[in-house]
């Protein structure tokens, strides 16, 4: 079963930096990973880091959702690049 999964991540280098998009999240809804681009995913995490809202618990859940998308990509320094490269 790891090695099913492992065929369904996708993996490409950035520069020195190899990425492998959905490592390390453990069990996630089938799907995300699998229809959104590394770059979908960095642009949405962007686009959603400075929401807020009137209700504290929603900004919570936003900041804690894309602290996920961030961890998917396989954390800061890649989801960095990946916005240098999107002009983000």
């Known amino acids: 079963m790891r090695s099913e999964a492992k ?35 960095t642009s ?10 009137n209700d504290p618990m929603v900004d919570q859940q ?5 602290e996920q998308l961030v961890k998917l990509l396989g954390g800061n320094t890649a989801y960095a690049q990946l916005m240098n490269e999107l002009g983000l």
């Open 44 to 53: 949405v995490a962007a686009h959603i880091q400075g929401a807020s809202t």
């Open 7 to 41: 065929n369904r991540l996708e993996s490409r280098m950035l520069g020195n930096l190899h990425v492998r998009f959905g490592v390390g999240v453990g069990k996630q809804p089938p799907g995300l990973h699998h229809n959104l681009s590394p770059e979908a995913v």
């Open 62 to 66: 936003v900041r804690w959702f894309s």
